[in-house]
């Protein structure tokens, strides 16, 4: 059974700093993986989406990595604001599964101005 | 377009009364999803539907009952309401996924609704 666990699960830093939070995953065989962001009270965004055959996907500030072999990617936020303050999760669609996505349980990150 | 939309928005329910929760999509998405969120567990999936007319079991379907007679509505439905059900649940949709011509593009991405906060006492 497939198991995504993220790392911190909360993080707090200063506006400005550059940032990465961490998700792996315990089943290599994956189509694809996802970065979600989840306001307070608002539903899940797609940020980015790596497919297992690539190694890398960058949007504006973000960029996410996906090492398939060894169960993890991370997301880089540069120069984070206090807009970028949400909850972040990252999910992963097994080989096996269909378009069934399984989620981590996220990282809380609150960006101070 | 409005995406996913979720009603109602919040619920609070007595042990043993039933409910339903209706998710409609207008991006003409063939599956549809409802998952559960939950502290320290993360989302899981409760039911999904390929198509209209199907559904399928998801991680946690127990307690649950789904429907999709019309392609745009999923519905959830709670038979007997128990205080383990207290959650938020959240509902998406996705293009059909076909693993020969799924291209790298967002659009294989899941869609979410706002959620639907679920208090059951």
């Known amino acids: 059974k497939q198991e995504v666990t993220q790392i911190p699960a909360a993080l707090s830093v200063p506006e400005g700093e550059n940032l990465v939070l961490n998700c792996s995953f315990t089943?290599?065989?994956?189509?694809?993986l996802q970065w979600f962001r989840q306001d307070p009270g608002k539903g899940l965004t797609s940020l980015l989406l790596i497919q297992s055959s690539q190694r890398e996907q960058t949007s504006g500030r973000l960029n996410a990595s996906l090492d398939k072999s060894s169960g993890r990617s991370t997301l880089y936020i540069a120069a984070s604001q206090p807009g970028d303050s949400a909850t972040y999760l990252c999910?992963?669609?097994?080989?096996?599964?269909?378009?069934?996505?399984?989620f981590g349980e996220g990282t809380q990150l609150t960006v101070n101005p | 377009n409005a995406g996913v939309t979720q009603t109602p928005k919040f619920r609070v329910l007595k042990t043993g009364q039933s409910m339903t929760l209706l998710c409609a999509q207008d991006?003409?998405?063939?599956?549809m999803y409802w998952y559960r969120q939950d502290p320290g567990m993360g989302l899981r999936l409760i039911h999904y539907s390929v198509g209209e007319g199907t559904t399928a079991k998801g991680e946690v379907p127990d307690g649950y009952n789904v429907s999709r007679l019309k392609k745009q509505n999923f519905l959830l439905g709670l038979e007997s309401a128990a205080p383990s059900q207290t959650s938020v649940y959240f509902c998406?949709?996705?293009?059909?996924?076909?693993?020969?011509?799924?291209?790298?593009?967002?659009?294989?991405?899941?869609?979410f609704g706002p959620g639907t906060r679920l208090l059951v006492l």
């Open positions: 998406a949709s996705s293009i059909l996924f076909d693993l020969w011509t799924v291209t790298n593009t967002p659009q294989e991405t899941q869609y």
């Open positions: 999910a992963v669609r097994g080989e096996t599964s269909g378009s069934r996505l399984t």
């Open positions: 089943d290599s065989a994956i189509y694809n």
């Open positions: 991006m003409n998405h063939e599956y």
